[in-house]
């Protein structure tokens, strides 16, 4: 038998044993944390006493409830059902408990239950070396996962309620993990011992500053916002802002070339979050990569919203958004032809333009590329969850309140995709452990949330994730009826494997919309780092496949995989479509005058 199954068996390895605490140091310590946690409600009181408090989260909790109650409204009318369950659970405990008896006999027992591999929460060796973790563990696993099946075996529910009820016990086991507490998690135990509580006191002064930052509510810091100032070591690629209105600012990248391709590029970045996801740093800017090929590179900047927007709606972003760009691209360089980008919810914006001008035909865009975008949302994903018509009222009623829907809302909607990775390691670490977060620019730029203007969203939920009235042919802007099968440009469409925001089943299915040739591409990763997967880090990779066709599954069995950045392979497909050259164009060398040096003002609102 090896060292190891020996320790696991008999018990024998426990946790490395702390040094003695200083316990007048201890005492002195949960004083301070006493102290600190009064920070903690003062910071949470303040908003309130103004009457500045947000709204929006008792009637989360309130879904939650109703969903739930829904699942135990099926078990309640079943009660063999019930007994069933029970019984379950009641023996997953009894073997968990015979296992425990037996091992501390001396006996070899196999686990009753096992984190996935990829679970990171209980790596520390504890987890499975020491008996008395080892059971709260296994116990937790069998608890969370016996909840999971309550929901999956509720006979007669919905598909949306069901959905719901997975993602609301997800929250609560994501909550509820023993390597949340102090107590009960062996690494967080051996620090706040060998630190006499100091750790705690830090994360408790962490804590405080972050309610704080969030006007009352908790806004987790998951890097170390002071390492990083935008325009200086972020979102650096030289350029300049060539134009201003109300909801944008429209940036002209400097040339690195002498000579660059004749047909502009026009980027529209998701306003959900900031622009410069696609710029950065150096090594990782999509921009000034694109720039380094020869393309004159414009990219919108939208507005961070606040009351004076309420109005902007889906028509004022794709006429004051996409049209004046368009606009302002021809005034700057004499081109009335340009290759578009959108990414996320810009590209659903690009793709509901797109149709807009089929339908007036207007071919100032002859060239579309999609990243992780969404246009069909028939099988939207997990965000799906917090779109039906209850919800969406109490959002539109917050929204009449303030004219627009705060960012915190998203940011908190997408971190809640992926709990234990996005939420509670960070709590772990900021709170518990007290260590504040290393500087790392991409959560650096994910938690510099931007409001949404309350027509717009409104528009957004309503006609994209409820109805799905843009793949139906339903959907109407300017009085046009709007039908995706009347775009017939050249499209590249680039999914991501692991998704969670725009998956790549639903990036499939919109691919199938377009009426033109669709170059559909599947890249390693998720939403983010598939797409800014620069060509010198040889990291993931991608699948082409040609056009999407069939089911997504045997689509994706038949691709070609290729190593590496999807990158080159998209400038190639770009360039054989216009290759022509011209002499390279400086920002504001045309008719357009610069208004500012890159990255603009807007970028630099903070909510």
Not at 465 to 480: F, H, P, S, T, V
């Amino acid at each position: 038998m090896s060292r190891h199954a020996d320790d696991r068996t008999k018990g024998s390895a426990g946790p490395a044993e702390p040094a003695t605490p200083d316990f007048d140091q201890f005492a002195q310590n949960m004083g301070r944390l006493v102290e600190e946690y009064g920070k903690v409600t003062a910071a949470y009181l303040k908003p309130l006493e103004r009457g500045q408090a947000k709204t929006g989260q008792a009637d989360e909790a309130s879904d939650m409830v109703k969903t739930l109650g829904r699942v135990a409204e099926k078990w309640v009318n079943d009660p063999a059902k019930i007994i069933e369950a029970q019984a379950s659970l009641t023996g997953d405990f009894m073997n968990l408990w015979s296992a425990a008896f037996k091992r501390a006999g001396g006996e070899e027992v196999a686990p009753v239950a096992e984190p996935d591999k990829r679970d990171n929460r209980f790596k520390d060796p504890d987890w499975t070396n020491h008996p008395t973790f080892d059971f709260i563990k296994q116990a937790y696993l069998i608890g969370s996962r016996w909840a999971e099946a309550m929901v999956e075996g509720a006979d007669d529910l919905d598909p949306h309620t069901r959905d719901k009820a997975r993602f609301y016990i997800k929250q609560i086991a994501g909550a509820l993990s023993p390597t949340n507490f102090v107590a009960t998690n062996p690494e967080l135990l051996r620090e706040t011992l060998q630190q006499n509580g100091e750790n705690l006191v830090r994360g408790m002064k962490m804590f405080a500053e972050d309610v704080e930052a969030g006007g009352g509510e908790l806004k987790i810091r998951q890097s170390d916002a002071s390492a990083f100032a935008v325009g200086v070591n972020i979102a650096t690629t030289p350029g300049k802002v060539i134009f201003r209105n109300e909801i944008m600012e429209l940036i002209q990248y400097a040339p690195s070339t002498p000579q660059v391709l004749k047909r502009p590029l026009l980027i529209v970045p998701p306003w959900i979050n900031k622009f410069y996801i696609l710029d950065l740093n150096p090594e990782k800017s999509f921009i000034r990569w694109c720039v380094e090929q020869g393309l004159t590179v414009f990219c919108i900047s939208w507005v961070n919203p606040d009351a004076r927007h309420a109005a902007k709606d889906f028509e004022s972003y794709m006429r004051e958004g996409i049209f004046a760009a368009l606009d302002a691209v021809e005034e700057a360089t004499g081109e009335k032809r340009v290759s578009a980008i959108g990414y996320c919810v810009g590209g659903t914006l690009l793709g509901v333009t797109l149709a807009y001008m089929a339908a007036i035909g207007d071919k100032r865009i002859e060239s579309a590329t999609f990243f992780t975008t969404q246009v069909d949302f028939s099988q939207a994903g997990e965000l799906s969850v917090f779109v039906d018509e209850e919800q969406i009222r109490a959002i539109e009623e917050q929204m009449a309140k303030t004219g627009y829907l705060d960012g915190s809302r998203m940011s908190g909607a997408f971190n809640m995709l992926r709990p234990n990775d996005l939420i509670w390691s960070y709590a772990v670490n900021n709170y518990l452990k007290g260590k504040a977060p290393a500087a790392f620019d991409l959560l650096y730029w994910n938690s510099d949330s931007t409001r949404m203007p309350a027509a717009n969203h409104s528009f957004y939920l309503r006609n994209c994730y409820l109805d799905n009235k843009l793949a139906r042919g339903e959907m109407q802007i300017g009085g046009k009826a709007l039908d995706l099968g009347k775009v017939t440009m050249p499209v590249y469409n680039l999914a991501t494997r692991e998704d969670h925001i725009a998956p790549a089943q639903s990036v499939f299915n919109g691919s199938q919309c377009f009426g033109g040739p669709v170059e559909h591409v599947v890249a390693g990763s998720g939403h983010i780092a598939g797409v800014v997967n620069p060509p010198a880090k040889v990291k993931y990779q991608y699948w082409t496949g040609g056009s999407a066709k069939g089911r997504y599954a045997d689509w994706l069995a038949k691709a070609e995989e290729h190593p590496g950045s999807w990158w080159p392979h998209w400038f190639a497909w770009l360039e054989a479509q216009a290759p022509k050259k011209v002499a390279a164009r400086e920002p504001g060398g045309g008719k357009l005058p610069a208004l500012a040096d890159a990255p603009g003002t807007y970028v630099k609102v903070r909510v």
